[in-house]
């Protein structure tokens, strides 16, 4: 790519952009939210959001010869894949269906003889083979006939790159943050998978936040900043300070967060959970007993698949549940959402797209609608119909200016659809609709998927505050165990949807390890 320029109404966010990518070479491209490498992928895979906003300037080449890409569908002609941040699975499909989409096998029957080749029948057999084959080299035990809608975000992740990985003819695979919802372990797997993909010739263009693992993999990286390349470095050239330094345009302080000692009672407890059961597909709660504390940060992890995703799924209720739960000595309904809003709780979801969010309203009544449906905040009467309210619009402006100043979301302000922000933004208006209900317990799932290094730092140091200065108490559900270190007073692991052990933030990474893999004995 040479000299790639690109305007959103007036608004530059890519100037003069250079960036090349060898055949089987593994090239980093990091940058903050907002840098502009999603625009830079939309225009290489032909994304039509380009062409209907005026197009772009500069040249793109593949193989050495010069290109035009107009569709997707070209770009794929062309030999160029693309695993996208969201993901662009048909949950009405399953995974072989999802996998061979548009590559179906088929085999001629009656009908398809007499009326032509369209009528053919799918092929099942040899299809679910290459399914097989393609989750295989991921290294995932994941059933090739399950359907697509209800899976763990993480096994969407693995589906899409399996999707691309079964391609023939693939010349460059882009991956944009293709580990943001995997665990180290899978991470590790994913990586293993790509090495294994540039070996046979293929050029793969890895977009990432976990630098750590550009280092790791990429014989190259190129850093991009507000729209511009400030630098293209081999990773033994440079650190992750230094990239992140980079990145940001300013020092980024690294370490954890001071320890805090507590010795909670029975009297401290805020939320008890009995024999929890969850019936969410690829997470599953097989009957967990947990105590959470008023005031403290809870950590739950685990490896993917085993459950840790399930719970505040089931707490909160969006998913079949069973057992007790019980807010301040309350008795809470599972499978209710609302009596559990109601009741002081609010959530964060993993899956910002699908659960948190109305991508095609503004910034302002993504972050106020729920607070006003639950606790009837940001309305004020109607004067002709005492009955009826009506909404604040300056209340909720006032809101949503503030939450875009103090969590940082780079918008072109309160109106803004939020479908058009890019992924960390769109997480941080899902942590602003959370506020906006003023809970004293808080769940977070994976807050940090999809979100820059300067971002990741801004929500967990927002996450303290709030729990430090506000005394709200938060449960924190993440695959990164070493963001569950640096701020939760207690870590609960979760193995085959059972409570594995809860240990201290400073405890030994080899009893994380063994406690992660079921190991442990004893629950503390």
């Known amino acids: 790519m040479r000299g790639v320029t690109k305007e959103f109404h007036g608004n530059r966010v890519l100037n003069r952009v250079n960036l090349d990518v060898r055949p089987g070479e593994i090239h980093g491209l990091v940058g903050e939210n907002g840098a502009g490498k999603s625009t830079l992928m939309n225009i290489l ?11 772009f300037q500069g ?16 770009a794929m002609s062309l030999g160029v894949g693309m695993v996208h941040q969201e993901f662009m699975l048909l949950p009405g499909f399953n995974v072989t269906e999802n996998i061979k989409l548009n ?43 399950l359907p697509v809608a209800g899976m763990p975000v993480g096994h969407m992740q693995f589906v899409e790159i399996a999707r691309e990985i079964d391609k023939t003819g693939i010349r460059l695979l882009v991956f944009d943050e293709p580990t943001a919802v995997l665990t180290e372990s899978e991470a590790a797997q994913m990586l293993g998978a790509l090495k294994r993909l540039t070996a046979a010739g293929v050029g793969v263009l890895l977009i990432t936040h976990r630098l750590e693992e550009v280092l790791e993999v990429a014989d190259r990286i190129t850093v991009l900043r507000d729209g511009e390349v400030v630098a293209t470095r081999a990773p033994a050239e440079t650190s992750l300070e230094q990239l992140a330094e980079l990145m940001v345009g300013r020092k980024v302080e690294r370490g954890g967060l001071p320890a805090r000692a507590r010795e909670p009672g029975p009297e401290d407890r805020i939320l008890q959970v009995r024999r929890l059961t969850v019936q969410m597909p690829g997470e599953r709660v097989r009957g ?9 940060i809870l950590g739950i992890g685990g490896l993917a698949g085993h ?12 998913y079949p549940a069973t057992g007790e739960i019980s807010k301040d000595g309350r008795q809470l309904t599972p499978g209710r959402p609302r009596e559990a809003l109601a009741a002081g709780l ?36 109607n004067p002709a119909l005492p009955a009826l309210s009506l909404r604040d619009e300056r209340a909720v402006r006032s809101f949503a200016e503030r939450m875009i100043k103090e969590l940082d979301i780079r918008c072109r302000g309160p109106e803004q659809v939020v479908r058009r922000l890019s992924g960390g ?7 602003a609709r959370a506020l906006a209900l003023e809970p004293d317990l808080l769940l977070v799932s994976e ?43 207690r870590i609960a692991l979760v193995y085959g949807g059972r409570l594995a052990g809860i240990l201290p933030p400073e405890a030994p990474a080899a009893e994380f390890g063994l406690t992660m893999a079921g190991k442990r004995k004893e629950a503390s």
């Open 45 to 55: 895979f032909g994304m039509p959001v380009i062409r209907e906003t005026g197009g």
């Open 59 to 74: 040249e793109v080449f593949l193989g050495g010869q010069q290109v035009h890409v107009k569709s997707p569908f070209e």
């Open 103 to 145: 590559r179906e096998a088929t085999r001629p029957n009656l009908v398809s003889r007499l009326a032509g080749e369209r009528l053919r029948t799918l092929d099942v057999p040899p299809m679910r083979a290459d399914a097989r084959a393609a989750i295989d080299r991921l290294g995932l035990e994941i059933d090739e006939w």
């Open 288 to 296: 967990i007993d947990l105590d959470v504390y008023r005031g403290e």
């Open 307 to 318: 459950g840790k995703v399930g719970i505040a799924n089931g707490i909160m209720g969006l």
């Open 346 to 381: 609010a959530f964060l979801s993993e899956d910002r797209r699908g659960v948190g969010l109305l991508l095609d309203e503004s910034l302002e009544l993504n972050m106020a609608l729920t607070a006003m449906q639950v606790k009837g905040a940001f309305l004020r009467p």
């Open 425 to 431: 933004n769109q997480q941080k208006v899902c942590v």
């Open 447 to 489: 807050p940090t998927r999809g979100i820059d290094v300067g971002a990741k730092s801004l929500v967990l140091d927002l996450l303290v505050r709030l729990n430090r200065d506000l005394g709200m108490t938060i449960i924190m559900t993440s695959s990164e165990l070493v963001e569950l270190q640096k701020i939760c007073d």
